[in-house]
């Protein structure tokens, strides 16, 4: 009995121990919690119920040259209530006014909010939505309604805000301007220059404390951010929205006529290198044509015989010819071991100079003079379109651009056939932009200039960086031979193969192309139609270039009748400064003269924000937004949309002038 009760005393002492161990451990834990890792708990906690939020920054706006907006951010604000904030007596007081007041401003009736706020007292909601996507306007009259004017903690209101980004001008270029665009892994997409001036663009972020509520809803707390955010600064281009307007619309015109699959147009101020238009279309399944990928700075290609004026500068550096070597075009036909190079006329053109040969477009003459002259050495030929700067990108802001590709002797790529292949643009890619560059540097007697797509960077009127013009290369060429390029240029319009757009009243020099882009046994031809050069011939203001791909080969497909054209009218309404009369989406563009000296845009700059844009038939809530961003006061007068505007579509506006709008 006695050893049986010293078992049971036995078994208890060891539960009472582990008891004890057990509370020791407890007692531990529970220091521990509260000295050591109590802060990491309490603060796991707060967030749970209270966490903090990134508000995006505005970002600056994007100007062209001339002040006119390209791209903008338009506060965008959401209205809800917390129907649980405001204390019995305010509600009873101001629930009335506040319903006449909402439905006075946004058109349902007072009965309308009555009930859903009342609703939502009962439910105990304190997320309500009243209203979305209101203007900065509309924001701060809602400030001002009964009850709201208590703000957050005794009136219930909450705002939220964001920013949307608009563009005035519509689709015209819309892959020029582009976009930026960062995921939730904080990774960034850039496109054109939205993209490329990101970092000046987007301002830095702000913080904002949110209270989690019912049913995982976060409600902001108080009526100020913990940061405030910091706006972008602005951006001023090189783009000119009226000479845009005039290259979009001649090329779209152009693309449907021809039925192209896709085009670019270029227009470059010659001595600066400012790009001053940039349009890229390409045709949609519907047949239909919209800016779906940057064609001129993305798209390497083989150029065909625009690619005869870096040849033949080539051979005149190189001493090897001069314009009035003659050759033998034989009848239109030569054979490089098993292909034969021809020319465009059938039967050929005989016995011509060189100069005659790059009128003419002979490929013949072009693919015999190099390799007479280069097929035991033709590093020597390579190595010269090198040194031109032919091998390299042109090292451009924005993203994408497009490799050239030069064959060099000894690569896998290189043939016996390569060399006379290349004198006439087959076999070698480069980048519409990469060819006006080189015909701009003919243009500017050898140096050639970098493209350059931005002016400055400024926060309203103080300039923070301005962009200058950057040489990339003083002399591809020398003066000598330049000046015998532009003869022969101004020749091809004057008697060549585009005499087709000759003008009396200002000169074109440029070249055609036409290459057979879609070679092979049994592969159907399809073309590439291009024409490259400046204006005005004797004192260069701009050089162009148009590109069109795929033309229906039954409506024809020569670069003299589908690209060159283009470029004509391009020419001919910025030099004759023909004021572009088409609304495009919002905007209406005006007149600017063809040359406009910098101080002058700079005068203009300080004294003006933008122009006054068409606003006819808008929302009046878009109106006041896009308008107040362009530092104008807006009046309205009625409800509904715009039925008038107090100052004219294309007039200058300066900051703060106000602007009376008939609303219908």
């Known amino acids: 009995m006695a050893v049986k009760e010293k078992n049971i005393l036995n078994r208890l002492y060891f539960i009472a121990a582990c008891m004890f161990v057990f509370a020791i451990a407890v007692l531990v834990k529970l220091v521990n919690i509260q000295f050591v890792e109590g802060d990491m708990y309490r ?3 707060q967030e749970r119920v209270f966490k903090t939020f990134d508000i995006p920054a505005n970002r600056g706006n994007l100007y062209d040259s001339k002040g006119n907006l390209l791209a903008t951010s338009v506060p965008k604000y959401d209205i809800r209530f917390d129907a649980l904030a405001v204390n019995e007596k305010d509600f009873r007081a101001h629930i009335k006014p506040l319903c006449e007041a909402l439905s006075k401003e946004f058109g349902k009736s007072v009965s309308y909010y009555d009930k859903i706020i009342r609703t939502a007292r009962s439910n105990k909601n304190r997320y309500l939505l009243l209203r979305r996507n209101l203007g900065y306007s509309q924001y701060m009259r809602v400030k001002k309604f009964p009850l709201f004017e208590f703000g957050a903690n005794r009136g219930g209101l909450i705002v939220e805000q964001r920013t949307v980004r608009e563009h005035p001008i519509g689709k015209i270029a819309e892959r020029t301007v582009g976009y930026e665009r960062r995921d939730e892994q904080g990774y960034y997409t850039r496109v054109g220059l939205e993209g490329a001036y990101g970092p000046f663009l987007r301002g830095k972020e702000g913080k904002r404390k949110k209270q ?7 409600k902001p707390i108080g009526d100020a951010n913990e940061v405030e955010p910091q706006d972008g600064f602005d951006v001023v281009s090189t783009i000119d929205v009226n000479i845009q307007d005039i290259a979009h619309h001649e090329l779209l015109a152009q693309l449907e006529k021809f039925e192209a699959e896709h085009g670019t147009v270029v227009v470059m101020e010659t001595k600066t290198g400012e790009i001053k238009a940039i349009s890229n279309l390409g045709r949609t399944k519907t047949g239909r044509y919209y800016e779906k990928l940057n064609y001129a700075v993305g798209e390497s290609h083989e150029p065909g015989s625009t690619f005869k004026l870096m040849t033949i500068v080539a ?29 465009s006329k059938w039967g050929g053109y005989g016995k011509i100079s060189m100069a005659k040969a790059f009128e003419l477009s002979s490929n013949t003459a072009f693919a015999k003079i190099i390799d007479q002259n280069y097929k035991n050495n033709p590093r020597k030929f390579v190595d010269r379109l090198i040194n031109m700067g032919l091998g390299e990108t042109l090292g451009l802001a924005i993203k994408g651009e497009g490799k050239p590709k030069i064959p060099y002797p000894g690569d896998d790529d290189w043939y016996g056939t390569t060399l006379p292949w290349m004198a006439h643009g087959y076999g070698v890619a480069i980048t519409p932009l990469q060819t006006l560059a080189f015909y701009n540097a003919i243009a500017n007697d050898g140096e050639m200039v970098k493209p350059r797509f931005i002016k400055e960077v400024k926060t309203w009127d103080k300039t923070r960086e301005r962009f200058d013009k950057e040489i990339l290369n003083p002399t591809i060429c020398s003066k000598e031979t330049a000046k015998i390029a532009q003869e022969m240029m101004k020749n091809v319009v004057k008697r060549g193969t585009a005499d087709n757009i000759r003008t009396d009243n200002f ?23 291009s024409f490259a050069g400046y204006f005005p011939v004797d004192k260069p203001i701009y050089s162009c270039i148009v590109v069109i791909h795929r033309p229906n080969k039954k409506k024809g497909y020569y670069g003299s009748e589908v690209a060159a054209p283009v470029f004509k009218t391009i020419a001919t309404k910025i030099y004759n400064d023909i004021p572009v009369i088409d609304e495009v989406s919002y905007a209406v563009v005006e007149s600017n003269a063809v040359v406009n000296s910098y101080d002058k845009y700079y005068q203009n700059a300080q004294k ?24 104008l006061r807006v009046k309205l007068e009625g409800v509904g949309k715009v039925k008038n505007q107090s100052i004219k579509p294309g007039t200058k506006v300066k900051i703060n002038q106000t602007v009376r709008l008939e609303l219908s």
């Open 43 to 45: 603060q796991k906690g």
């Open 212 to 218: 989690k509520i019912a049913k995982n809803q976060w």
């Open 315 to 343: 051979a005149l550096e190189d001493k090897v010819i001069d314009s009035s070597h003659v050759v033998d075009t034989e009848d239109g036909k030569v054979k490089f071991y098993d292909r034969t190079v021809r020319d």
């Open 507 to 529: 000169g074109i020099a440029g070249k055609t192309g036409t290459c057979w882009g879609n070679y092979g046994k049994d592969k159907e031809r399809e073309y590439i139609s």
């Open 608 to 631: 003006y924000k933008t122009i006054m844009p068409n606003v006819k038939g808008m929302p009046a809530m878009d109106v006041v937004a896009l308008l107040e961003n362009m530092g």
